[in-house]
């Protein structure tokens, strides 16, 4: 069964359980359900937005270099021939 097949079988299943709600429940769960989306929506967006920015240090561009270059370690061994 396919990922798509098996969410409209849910979706099927939910619709046949919120058929015996009232037409004001029915009206408070998709106020809900609006609300946790767009909650999830901000998220999302809060998340991406978190992903960026500067770096932040104390060290001028020089130094971070020059503390990357003396950070590096080397462990190839070349073999005699």
Same mark, same amino acid.
Do not use: C
């Given at each position: 069964m396919k990922?798509v097949?098996?969410?409209?079988t849910?979706i099927?299943?939910y /619709?046949? +359980?919120?058929?015996? %709600?009232s037409? @004001?429940?029915k /009206?408070? +769960?998709?106020?809900? %359900?609006?609300l @946790? ?7 999302k ?7 960026f920015g500067a ?6 561009a020089?130094?971070?270099?020059e503390?990357i ?13």
């Amino acid at each position: 069964m396919k990922a798509v097949d098996i969410n409209r079988t849910l979706i099927e299943g939910y /619709l046949q +359980l919120l058929d015996n %709600l009232s037409p @004001s429940n029915k /009206l408070d +769960l998709i106020s809900k %359900l609006t609300l @946790s989306v767009k909650t999830d929506i901000v998220k999302k967006k809060n998340t991406f937005y978190k992903s960026f920015g500067a770096w932040e240090s104390t060290h001028n561009a020089e130094q971070i270099i020059e503390d990357i270059r003396l950070s590096r370690t080397f462990t190839r061994e070349l073999e005699q021939l």
